[in-house]
């Protein structure tokens, strides 16, 4: 069954780590307008997309669930980054190099295809 409008919102937001309360906040609307919109009771206007899907970095056609997109979004939260970045100081401080972890990211590029 596909995801409605709402569910995909939802899960969009969670997956970044943003509360309803930041998003309205970010997007200039009320806490109670993103839960309308998440329990389908309210549909955005185009600004409020267009706001919505900057705000939780994933396209118009991702958010509304166009079918037609096959486009893959790696989605990341705020303790991935952390993580992902912290990883990477600690690889400088080892005197690893920009070229190495490059090396490294495309290595798991080309193992996460194989698998």
């Known amino acids: ?3 409605t409008f709402g ?5 969009y937001r969670d997956q970044r780590g943003i509360s309803s309360y930041e998003l309205a906040r970010i ?15 309210r549909v955005p206007d185009m600004n409020k997309l267009i706001n919505l899907s900057q705000a939780l970095g994933v396209s118009i056609d991702e958010l509304v669930g166009n079918p037609l997109i096959r486009r893959q979004t790696m989605i990341i939260n705020n303790k991935e980054i952390e993580v992902v970045s ?3 100081q600690d690889a400088r401080d080892e005197g690893v190099t920009d070229d190495q972890l490059i090396e490294g990211i495309r290595f798991i590029r080309k193992m996460k295809e194989q698998a």
């Open 1 to 3: 069954m596909e995801q």
């Open 7 to 11: 569910q995909r919102l939802k899960f």
């Open 27 to 41: 997007i200039n609307v009320t806490q109670p307008n993103i839960s309308q919109m998440e329990n389908d009771a």
């Open 86 to 88: 912290q990883a990477i």
